[in-house]
Each structure stands twice: as structure tokens, then as C-alpha cells.
């Protein structure tokens, strides 16, 4: 696989139930990101990873939000606890340096979460 | 805060024309600048990326310019196909890692 995938695609979950979303990104790519995607708006971004280092975390809306890259490759993005408000697209993407590099972002497929 | 602005949000045209998406953001202190499509239901396709050092980049039927003084980024697309509707998001990277979006062009090529 050439390029970055996600886990699950779709996902429903009852209001207060936890999830666990799974990004893979390109080989040997050193920075990892998770954005937040709204129906109709742009990506926002949420946390960011320097291979198992999350160097910002700043975009994380509330601490029910969890993510790691524990081995410097994948990463799980969990949700504790959800609330409708965080039906949302979540999509991954890495890029090759480190973010103070000048690479280009390469984008998953997303995982698309309902809370009901 | 920067803030992406992305007009028109969007944008009907007959196949074969061409066309011009504009982006614009409010601190011209950036690194780059990339251009993205986006499927329905689909993930981000990197379209071109600008360094800040640099005016503009070509790519087949894409053309994408910068002018970080005033804030502005254009992507162009020459003889429009159908094949080309998607939304086209523009992105902004400033200093560390943080990466603002636009909230898109939905663009429609009408065979």
C-alpha cells in the first residue's frame, strides 16, 4: 500500500460509547496528523505527531480526545465518551519530514463517526 | 488565528472552460501553500504544493500562484473536463505544525 489508510470507514456509535479510530501512514514518513473534518466546512486540525512524540496536541477540543503513535508508525485517535457534537470526518495524513520541513501533506480516506 | 477564505464556494462552468479558484489568508507569514481535491465521501488528493519562496507551480492542466504580501493564492484550471468536479480545499502552513484550510470551492464541469 502506497498510501495512507484509516480504519474504520464508517463508524456509529451510541452517545457515550468510546471509539478507537486507526490511521496507517506512508512508510518511513516521519510526521503524523489528525484533522477533524465538519459536515460542509474545511479540516481542523487537532494533533500532530513527530514519529511517537505528539509534539501538539493543541487542536484536541476537549480531553475526552486521546491520541498516540506509540511505535512511531501507526496511530489510534479514541474518543471517550462520545456526544453528537463529535459526528464529524476524521481524517489522517503524513508527511515525510519533520513539520518544520517543507513537505507536502498526503491525506487516508477518513473515517466517517455518527453519534446517536 | 489564521483565517482561509475560499470564494467563490461554488462554481458551475461548461466542460472546456477555464477557470480560476481563489484562496485567501490573513497572515502572510506562512511557509507554504497547498492546493487539495476532495471527492465525495473521499479523503484529500494533494494537488500542488508552494513554498513561500516561490510565485507559482504548474501541474498539467494546474496552475497555482502565490502572493504572500497580499495574502492571496490562485489555482487555475485550463479546458475544464467533467472529470474535474470536486471540492478544492487550500491550505496554509505557518511556523510549527499547525495547518489552516479553507472551507472549499465545490466545483461542478458541466459535460
Known amino acids: 500500500g502506497a498510501g495512507v489508510s484509516q480504519s474504520p470507514r464508517y463508524k456509529v456509535a451510541k452517545r457515550g460509547q468510546d471509539v478507537a479510530l486507526r490511521c496507517d501512514p506512508i512508510s518511513g514518513h516521519v510526521s503524523l496528523f489528525w484533522y477533524q473534518q465538519a459536515l460542509g466546512q474545511g479540516p481542523e486540525f487537532l494533533t500532530y505527531f513527530q514519529n511517537e512524540a505528539q509534539l501538539d496536541k493543541s487542536g484536541l477540543p476537549s480531553d475526552r480526545f486521546f491520541a498516540e503513535r506509540p511505535e512511531g508508525s501507526v496511530s489510534t485517535l479514541k474518543i471517550q465518551r462520545t456526544q453528537q457534537e463529535d459526528s464529524a470526518v476524521y481524517l489522517c495524513?503524513?508527511?515525510?519530514?519533520?513539520?518544520?520541513?517543507?513537505?507536502?501533506?498526503?491525506f487516508g480516506p477518513g473515517t466517517r463517526l455518527l453519534v446517536l | 488565528k489564521q483565517e482561509v477564505t475560499q470564494i467563490p464556494a461554488a462554481l458551475s462552468v461548461p466542460e472546456g472552460e477555464n477557470l480560476v479558484l481563489n484562496c485567501s489568508f490573513t497572515d502572510s507569514a506562512i511557509y507554504n501553500l497547498q492546493w487539495f481535491r476532495q471527492d465525495p465521501g473521499k479523503g484529500l488528493t494533494s494537488l500542488l504544493l508552494i513554498q513561500s519562496s516561490q510565485r507559482e507551480q504548474t501541474s498539467g492542466r494546474l496552475n497555482a500562484s502565490l502572493d504572500k504580501s497580499s495574502g492571496r493564492s490562485t489555482l487555475y484550471i485550463a479546458a475544464s473536463q467533467p472529470g474535474d468536479s470536486a471540492t478544492y480545499l487550500c491550505a496554509v502552513r505557518r511556523n510549527g505544525n499547525q495547518f489552516y484550510f479553507g472551507t472549499g470551492t465545490s466545483l461542478t464541469v458541466i459535460p
Open positions: 495524513a503524513s508527511s515525510l519530514g519533520r513539520a518544520s520541513g517543507l513537505g507536502a501533506q498526503y
